[in-house]
């Protein structure tokens, strides 16, 4: 076995012992978690080990970096995600080349997208990007803010607002973490209740804190470090 289908096989354990852990307490079914593998900075060959390991799921953070592994990895259905900040100069790429957008923060960006999806695609894909731990320095719209991004995402056609996604402060508090996590699950149901929407997706959860967040109801956990090492 490859490192990385060592560590991919180690991250699925503990995806299911945290999945198992909660669904002990919860008294109804959790929907199952899916592991996002994020390969930034990571070559092909990276890429190549993980899918031959039965990940399908990719995520990048530069959409040039991530345009470039996708055309040398043609041979191989996989699906991307876009999780870095979106620039207006590079909508056009992103709606072209990915599945799913995680890091929606701006209305603006979010027309342009729609806008430039080409209709033989299906809908992108999309989450709000929520800056649940009110760090300045942090991306994100602001939980007060969340709302007025919903009502205007939710009503553009070529995308489909899926759910939200947060990356909160690091802390190894595991009480800060699960508080973190739970704030936004409140927030995905409290939106869906106001303004009757279906949002089933909690993007959240990271290397060192996914247990906190299936605790909390992650969908989508989004892994790089567990998986491929650290990036220099
Ligand atoms: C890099 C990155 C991750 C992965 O973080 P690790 O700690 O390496 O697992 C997850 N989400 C986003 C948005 C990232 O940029």
Redesign the pocket.
Known sequence: MTAIAANLQAVRTRIAAAERESGSRSSHGAPPVTLLA?S?TWPEAAIREASAAGQRAF?E?YVQEGIDKQSSLQDVPLEWHF??PVQSNKTRLVAAHFDWV??IEREKIAQRLSEQREPSLPPLQVCLQINVSGEASKSGVSPAAAANLARSVSALPRLKLRGL?C?PEATDDPLLQRHRFAQLRQLLEALNAELGLNMDTLSMG???DLEAAIAEGATIV??????FG??S
């Open positions: 994020v930034k995520a953070s999780v870095g995680h890091s996604m990356i990271m290397s060192d989004r892994i790089g470090t567990a998986i650290s990036r």
